[in-house]
């Protein structure tokens, strides 16, 4: 459940699932609903791979993963693994022994995908691997890649055949008595992605993985995400996400945190409330969002920041943020700190002021935490 229990409209009960690791990431449980993205560079480019999962751990990722499509890819996890500050998921399909190398790489999770893994005695061999070098396994069932079996009787890709795949391999994992796993059910169509989701997590206490596979663009995928993972979120399901996106994984993890932050369930960083603006605006606002978001990527203590163009709306917002700013004409606005109005500045220092204000109250926060510890 979150913390906004005395408004009891805003709640959200998580469904109970067990707690595994990833590296040194909890996942399921009461562990915050952890952030994850995907490198898209060759993994057998070291460099590339691990500037990557550094840009994503700066924007806040809490695990990677990357893919090992071939022998030279196993090798190069172990030197990503190694310098990567986030545990890494090694993204295993069709060739079993990848996921044995990787487990031997030192890959946190392997991720194996039921549909092409191959049969039970090969998946022995994963878990094998698995529990000696002390990884996770993610089954990662996706609606595009079933099992041949499962697509005859079912006739298409539909919920109740992602869950029996998924159940088919949470019971070979069961079998060899490896607990250490987490499981996801994707499509890209949110519908199926939705359905298969709550038949899951019905049927068992797994930890799950959340994802939308193959969104589509930055604002398409972002969009479908927000519908299918959202919804699933609101419902408690879910203990970590993944947003597939066609774009960089940096995104992917702004966007992860963003639809986090909507439903109140993880906060970093500045949550900015800004208006739409209209002929009203006393300033530019789409212009002073824009450049606010970017000279404040910096701060990670969660707060917010009211940027609204003029006092329709502006003193009410700024009630329930720690800074505002709302126009007021004659080409000035006022500051508001702590919900009450502070003072005036002008439009032209508007944006250093804030950006002052802001990591004023971010150093005070980060200080009375410190204190509190
Ligand atoms: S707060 Fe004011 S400027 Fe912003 S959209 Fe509303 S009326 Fe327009």
Known sequence: MSLNHVRPWRDIYRRKSRQIMVGNVPVGGDAPIAVQTMTNTLTTDVAATVAQVQAAAEAGADIVRVSVPDEASSKALKEIV????LPIVADIHFHYRRGIEAAEAGAACLRINPGNIGDEARVKEVIKAARDHNCSIRIGVNAGSLEKHLLEKYGEPCPEAMVESGLEHIRILQDNDFHEFKISVKASDVFLSAAAYQGIAEATDAPIHLGITEA???????????IGLGNLLWMGIGDTIRVS???????????GFEILKSLGLRHRGVNIISCPSCARQGFDVIKTVETLEHRLEHIKTPMSLSIIGCVVNGPGEALMTDVGFTGGGAGSGMVYLAGKASHKMSNEQMIDHIVEQVEK??????AAAEAAE
């Open 82 to 85: 190694r310098e990567s500050p």
């Open 216 to 226: 589509g663009g930055l604002v398409s995928g972002t969009i479908k995400s927000a």
């Open 245 to 255: 996106l066609s774009a960089d994984p940096v995104e992917e993890v702004k966007v």
């Open 361 to 366: 109250k971010a150093a005070e926060l980060e």
